[in-house]
């Protein structure tokens, strides 16, 4: 069993920054890839970003050139760094990473973006 726990998120007026956390119980060189999804209210969860196990990151094309993804390996961990966002950001992010072939989610974490 892998936990997965994210902390940050919050509210922030538009054009503001928040970060994510999300710190895995077990080492993430085990996955490829640990990506972050957004679910806002009514909507389906969609996939934000991804990075692999070698720094490679792809983003949805709503959020490019103004979120990033990173990872610490040593410290099991992945980061969201959100920055000019819109109120269309706001949502319930998760934290996602498939060790082996069980998937993983985080708890979620609120991000609410004031215009």
């Known amino acids: 069993q892998v936990q997965l726990v994210e902390s940050g998120g919050g509210l922030v007026q538009a054009g503001g920054s928040l970060s994510l956390s999300c710190a895995a119980s077990?080492?993430?060189?085990?996955?490829?890839?640990m990506r972050w999804y957004r679910q806002a209210p009514g909507q389906q969860r969609e996939l934000v970003a991804a990075?692999?196990?070698?720094?490679?990151?792809n983003y949805a094309d709503s959020v490019k050139g103004r979120i990033t993804i990173s990872r610490d390996n040593a410290k099991n961990t992945v980061y969201l760094q959100m920055n000019r966002l819109k109120p269309e950001d706001t949502a319930v992010y998760y934290c996602?990473?498939?060790?082996?072939?069980?998937?993983?989610w985080g708890q979620g974490s609120q991000v609410t973006v004031s215009s």
């Open positions: 996602n990473a498939l060790f082996g072939y069980a998937e993983y």
């Open positions: 077990r080492s993430i060189f085990s996955t490829n890839a």
């Open positions: 990075i692999t196990t070698g720094g490679s990151t």
